[in-house]
């Protein structure tokens, strides 16, 4: 099994999750953050370098005040409360998005726990939080703006990311039976493979994972060249 050295993940579902059981969308937040954990502690066992967890977008303001609050609030008790397992287990925390822009409580969270595990070196967790693809294309071509930059290359855009000097995704999963991106990492996943599942996002399992790891096994990444076997003159594994 060929394990990615970048997976993103839009975990999606949670209020659905709720819904489904007369709960409160809450209950699945909860959930959902447990899930999150664990998928934290099995991608690292399985050697994945880079994890990127859609955990609240830019759009996610529209929802209800009392969600948002109540999702900003379990953020900063999950990090907080596992500091000590994050420094333990060598993994380092990472942020992408205007987190500037969160409440003060949450940013200064956010920044304390990046210094904490800014030494670790096993697997970076990236959450991208108030995040949106769109918006950081824009602020990248602003930041060239600024620079007075009048002929912008891929690559000035690429070094003007909020995190530039991690890899494009590999493989990226989205659960909850929805089929689209939702503004998550445009500009980096051109290439990435998409896998999409059923589950909802607090019924992900490490079974769920593998079988991602083990569909993207199977992909033909040839990046718009042809792949060596239709090279050869060989049937071509699709």
Same mark, same amino acid.
């Given at each position: 099994?060929?394990?990615?050295?970048?997976?993103?993940?839009?975990?999606?579902?949670?209020?659905?999750?709720?819904?489904?059981?007369?709960?409160?969308?809450?209950?699945?937040?909860?959930?959902?953050?447990?899930?999150?954990?664990?998928?934290?502690?099995?991608?690292?066992?399985?050697?994945?370098?880079?994890?990127?967890?859609?955990?609240?977008?830019?759009?996610?303001?529209? !929802?209800?005040? $009392?969600?948002?609050?109540?999702? *900003?609030?379990?953020?900063? /008790?999950?990090? +907080?409360?596992?500091? @000590?397992?994050?420094?333990?287990?060598?993994?380092?925390?990472?942020?992408?998005? !205007?987190?500037? $822009?969160?409440?003060?409580?949450? *940013?200064?969270?956010?920044? /304390?726990?990046? +210094?904490?595990?800014? @030494?670790?070196?096993?697997?970076?967790?990236?959450?991208?939080?108030?995040?949106g693809g769109r918006r950081e294309i824009v602020d990248a071509v602003n930041n060239l703006l600024k620079e007075k930059k009048n002929n912008i290359t891929i690559e000035d855009i690429s070094n003007n990311l909020y995190l530039p000097d991690v890899p494009d995704p590999e493989l990226v999963i989205r659960t909850s039976g929805e089929v689209?991106?939702?503004?998550?990492?445009?500009?980096?996943?051109?290439?990435?493979?998409?896998?999409?599942?059923?589950?909802?996002?607090?019924?992900?399992?490490?079974?769920?994972?593998?079988?991602?790891?083990?569909?993207?096994?199977?992909?033909?990444?040839?990046?718009?060249?042809?792949?060596?076997?239709?090279?050869?003159?060989?049937?071509?594994?699709?």
């Amino acid at each position: 099994m060929k394990i990615p050295k970048h997976v993103g993940i839009i975990m999606d579902g949670n209020g659905r999750w709720a819904k489904q059981r007369g709960l409160k969308r809450t209950m699945g937040h909860e959930k959902g953050a447990k899930v999150a954990e664990d998928v934290i502690q099995w991608a690292s066992d399985m050697g994945i370098r880079y994890l990127t967890l859609y955990s609240f977008s830019t759009e996610n303001w529209k !929802r209800p005040k $009392e969600e948002v609050s109540f999702l *900003f609030s379990l953020m900063v /008790r999950y990090l +907080e409360s596992r500091l @000590n397992k994050i420094i333990k287990e060598n993994v380092r925390v990472r942020f992408t998005g !205007r987190i500037e $822009e969160l409440p003060q409580e949450v *940013f200064e969270v956010c920044k /304390r726990i990046e +210094e904490k595990s800014r @030494n670790n070196s096993k697997i970076d967790v990236i959450l991208a939080v108030n995040y949106g693809g769109r918006r950081e294309i824009v602020d990248a071509v602003n930041n060239l703006l600024k620079e007075k930059k009048n002929n912008i290359t891929i690559e000035d855009i690429s070094n003007n990311l909020y995190l530039p000097d991690v890899p494009d995704p590999e493989l990226v999963i989205r659960t909850s039976g929805e089929v689209r991106i939702s503004n998550f990492l445009l500009w980096q996943i051109a290439y990435s493979e998409l896998y999409f599942t059923n589950t909802l996002w607090p019924d992900f399992t490490k079974e769920d994972l593998i079988r991602a790891l083990e569909d993207y096994s199977t992909r033909d990444r040839r990046f718009g060249s042809i792949s060596s076997d239709e090279g050869s003159g060989k049937s071509a594994h699709k």
